[in-house]
């Protein structure tokens, strides 16, 4: 009875000492942080290429898919445009479709806060006027907000990748340090007679 009981006591030790000190091996693993997919720094070019196809397509969905005739294709009609020619409701529905598309814009690329100001200004003063019968809808096809959006966001990439790749460039050239011989140090001439026997030594020959 003894021995069975001082068996059950080591086991209960053991248990209490495991339960103390568990084994987590996962607990103190340092967790990284995720990196951003929308960051144009750690995004390569084809990406990049890639998505701005993308905007480009939906921003030509919106606004000019269609060319309207006896315009020598100057003019064209997108799909939220011939929505805005229904009054009121084409208008709140065109609203929708260029907010969804400032959203897939911010989607696929870190878009700044002014650039964001910016583009929603755009839909909101496209909006507002569309509101107008006939001058809204002519002021809407010739105002195009969705281009407008996509020159924003193709204007923002390039400015940055051309700046990172500057940055790049700059880190790649190595830099070379001058000879000694370069610095020459020049002594100054005193006033008096020392200064003009200087002077006379400094002179060239005749």
Do not use: W
Request: proline fraction near 6%; aromatic fraction near 6%.
């Amino acid at each position: 009875m003894r021995g069975h009981k001082t068996q059950q006591q080591q086991q209960q030790q053991q248990h209490a000492s495991h339960g103390s000190h568990p084994h987590t091996p996962h607990a103190n693993k340092p967790q990284t942080p995720r990196a951003d997919k929308r960051d144009l720094l750690t995004m390569n070019q084809a990406e990049v290429d890639k998505r701005l196809k993308r905007l480009r397509r939906q921003a030509k969905f919106l606004d000019a898919c269609f060319y309207v005739p006896c315009t020598c294709q100057r003019v064209r009609l997108g799909v939220e445009s011939l929505v805005g020619l229904v009054p009121v409701i084409g208008d709140f529905a065109g609203v929708i479709m260029s907010l969804l598309f400032v959203s897939m814009i911010c989607g696929r690329f870190h878009t700044p806060a002014s650039i964001k100001t910016q583009m929603f200004l755009n839909v909101a003063l496209d909006f507002v006027i569309g509101l107008v019968p006939v001058l809204g809808d002519i002021f809407d096809i010739l105002f195009k907000a969705n281009m407008r959006n996509l020159e924003l966001i193709e204007r923002h990439v390039k400015e940055v990748r051309s700046s990172a790749q500057a940055i790049e460039l700059g880190a790649a050239v190595p830099k070379v340090k001058a000879p000694a011989s370069a610095y020459i140090p020049r002594i100054p001439i005193k006033k008096g007679a020392a200064g003009r026997i200087l002077e006379r030594t400094r002179a060239p020959a005749a």
